[in-house]
C-alpha cells in the first residue's frame, strides 16, 4: 500500500513534528522552571552580575573561595559596587558549589531568586506569546528556545524592574559575542575585564590575508575595559576602543606571597601546550623548537653552575587528547630523567611567579607581565621560532630570538645571585 505523501512532504511532516516536539520539552521545562521558583526563598537583587568565567577559571585553576575574594579587592570595589555579586558559570559544577554567590544559568537564578512570585504570570505571558510567533518549519533547538524566548523574557522583565541597578561584567572569553543581557540594557553599566595580555595578533610572514580583531561587536555594547597595564590600554585605543583602565594583573586567584630558594636560581618556563593539527605560532614545530632551545640552555648553565640551576616547566592546562602526543612525550621524558621539574598546571600563578628568579613565556603569554608586576626578571621567549612577525619588545618585556643571548643574561643574574 502507497503512502498519501510523497517523500518531501513526509519529510516536512517529520520535520514539524520534531519541531513542535521540541517545544513542548521546553513548555514543560519553564513550567518545571516555574513551579520551583514558586518554592525558593527570594535573595537580595545582585549588584552586578558576572558573566564569561570558564570552568578552568572558578574550579580549575582557582576557586569559588577565591574568585570571591578576587572581586573584593579594593581596585574593583572602589570602581563598582560589587557588595552583592552573582558569578554565571558553566559547568555541572557550580550547581553544587557551596557559595550562593555562584549559578549555573544567571537568567533561571533571576527567576526563581529574585523576581517575586507577583511577576510570574507577566513572565509566563511574555515567554508564551514568543512561541506562539515561532514558525513551526524554521529549524531551532532548545538551547535557542532558552536563549531567544526563556531568557529573553526573564531578562526583559528583570530590567524593567530594576532599570540601571546592576553592573554587568564580562570577560574578553565573548569578544565575538557579548552576554545576551548586554544587548538588552543599554541604561547598565557594562565592563569588560581582560584577563589575558596576548589578544594582539601575530601575523606569519607568508600570510597575505592578515585578518584583524573584530571589535565592533565590543565598541556597540562595552562602556569599559579593565586591563593589565598601559600597553593594554594603547593597543585597545589603536582600535578605537576607549575608556580603559589598567588596573593590574586579572587572574581571579589568590595573591599568595612566595619566598625564592637560596641555593638554586629557578627558571620558570610557562609553555602553551600545542594542538595536534594546531598551525599557529603555538604549534608543535614552533613549541619543540623552544623546549629544545631551553634544554641547551640548561646544559650551559648547569656546566658554569654546578648544581645550582632549576629549570620548570609550568603547562596552561591540564594534558588532553586533543593535544600534541610528540610534546606531551618529550616533557614527560624530560621530568623523568628530572631535567626539568614539572609543575601542575592548577599551580597559584602568584605562588610559582613569587619563586621564581627568573620567567619566560612564549610571546605574549601573561606570565611574563605577571613577573613584571611582582618585580622578578621576565622574557619571551621565541629562540627556534622562524616565519612569524614577532615584535620585539611586548608590554615592556623584551623577546629573545637568540638562546645565547638569553644564556649570557640569566648566566649574569646567576653571578649576581651566587656572589653576594
Not at 513550567?31 to 570558564?54: D, E, H, N, W, Y
Amino acid at each position: 500500500m502507497s503512502l498519501p505523501y510523497d517523500q518531501d512532504q513526509l519529510r516536512k511532516i517529520i520535520k514539524c513534528l520534531s519541531q513542535v516536539s521540541k517545544l513542548t520539552v521546553f513548555k514543560t521545562v519553564v513550567v518545571l522552571i516555574i513551579f520551583i521558583g514558586l518554592f525558593r526563598k527570594r535573595t537580595i537583587q545582585p549588584t552586578a552580575m558576572i558573566f564569561s568565567l570558564s570552568y578552568e577559571q572558578a574550579f580549575h585553576n582557582s576557586s569559588p573561595k577565591d574568585v570571591i575574594s578576587f572581586f573584593e579587592e579594593d581596585r574593583f570595589t572602589s570602581r563598582v559596587n560589587l557588595s552583592k555579586p552573582i558569578i554565571e558559570v558553566r559547568s555541572l559544577k557550580t550547581i553544587w558549589n557551596a557559595y550562593p554567590e555562584f549559578t549555573f544559568d544567571a537568567a533561571f537564578y533571576l527567576l526563581t531568586a529574585v523576581l517575586r512570585k507577583k511577576h510570574y504570570v507577566s513572565i509566563y505571558k511574555c515567554i508564551k506569546n514568543e512561541m506562539d510567533k515561532i514558525d513551526k518549519n524554521s529549524i531551532f533547538s532548545i538551547r535557542d528556545l532558552k536563549r531567544e524566548i526563556f531568557d529573553k523574557s526573564v531578562y526583559s522583565i528583570y530590567l524593567a524592574l530594576n532599570s540601571n541597578k546592576t553592573t554587568f561584567i564580562t570577560t574578553q572569553s565573548s569578544l565575538t559575542s557579548v552576554p545576551l543581557i548586554f544587548r538588552m540594557a543599554p541604561e547598565n553599566r557594562k565592563i569588560m575585564l581582560w584577563y589575558s595580555t596576548n589578544s594582539r595578533p601575530i601575523y606569519a610572514l607568508e600570510d597575505s590575508i592578515r585578518e584583524k580583531i573584530d571589535f565592533d561587536n565590543i565598541k556597540a555594547n562595552i562602556d569599559e575595559h579593565w586591563v593589565w597595564d598601559e600597553d593594554d590600554i594603547r593597543f585597545l585605543e589603536s582600535e578605537g576602543i576607549q575608556n580603559v583602565l589598567a588596573l593590574g594583573s586579572i587572574l581571579f586567584q589568590e595573591k599568595v606571597s612566595a619566598s625564592k630558594s637560596t641555593s638554586n636560581f629557578i627558571l620558570t618556563y610557562f609553555d602553551v601546550t600545542p594542538f595536534r593539527s594546531g598551525n599557529g605560532l603555538y604549534s608543535e614545530r614552533n613549541t619543540i623548537a623552544v623546549l629544545d632551545n631551553l634544554m641547551s640552555l640548561t646544559v650551559a648553565l648547569d656546566r658554569s653552575f654546578p648544581g645550582k640551576f632549576r629549570l620548570r616547566i609550568k603547562p596552561k592546562r591540564r594534558y588532553s587528547k586533543v593535544h600534541s602526543e610528540t610534546y606531551i612525550s618529550k616533557i614527560n621524558e624530560l621530568s623523568k630523567h628530572r631535567c626539568v621539574d614539572l609543575i601542575s598546571p592548577t599551580s597559584n600563578l602568584y605562588k610559582v611567579v613569587g619563586e621564581s628568579d627568573f620567567v619566560l613565556a612564549i610571546p605574549f603569554s601573561s606570565p611574563a607581565v605577571l613577573a613584571k608586576e611582582l618585580g622578578v626578571r621576565s622574557a619571551f621567549i621565541a629562540a627556534g621560532i622562524v616565519g612569524w612577525e614577532i615584535p620585539e619588545v611586548s608590554n615592556k618585556i623584551l623577546v629573545e630570538f637568540d638562546i645565547n643571548s638569553l644564556i649570557k643574561k640569566i648566566e649574569n643574574e646567576m653571578e649576581n645571585k651566587f656572589s653576594v
